[in-house]
């Protein structure tokens, strides 16, 4: 049984920084690229950043490029979103995912597993 379990969410001021963790389990985790969504509220889910197996091969979104680092552990079967300069439009639920694909992917639908969620709420 996969299991994604994200944290380091919760309410910050625009400007602020978060770094949100995805802890695996029940996976050999590197054999998995991972990726980071996010969903707000009357919205569809959509991609912020994937990583491949290796880490080599990184993928963000256009809305954080430039603010926001993903990474991985494998040594700790866990995952890293670095966000910087929070701001407003950055509130959403975010989840954390899984693909047994080599490169890094965009679409939600190459996921196999999920996290449950973690909010995060920017205030302006």
């Known amino acids: 049984q996969v299991q994604l379990v994200e944290s380091g969410g919760g309410l910050v001021q625009a400007g602020d920084s978060l770094r949100l963790s995805c802890a695996a389990s029940g996976q050999l985790f590197d054999d998995w690229s991972m990726g980071w969504f996010r969903q707000a509220p009357g919205k569809e889910r959509e991609f912020v950043a994937a990583?491949?197996?290796?880490?080599?091969?990184?993928l963000y979104a256009d809305s954080v490029k430039g603010r926001s680092t993903i990474s991985r552990d494998n040594a700790k079967n866990t995952m890293y979103l670095q966000m910087n300069s929070l701001e407003p439009d950055d509130t959403a639920v975010y989840y954390c995912?899984?693909?047994?694909?080599?490169?890094?992917?965009?679409?939600?639908?190459?996921?196999?597993?999920w996290g449950q969620g973690i909010q995060v709420t920017v205030s302006s």
């Open positions: 995912g899984s693909t047994r694909v080599y490169s890094p992917k965009i679409s939600a639908q190459d996921y196999s597993y």
């Open positions: 990583i491949s197996r290796t880490g080599n091969n990184i």
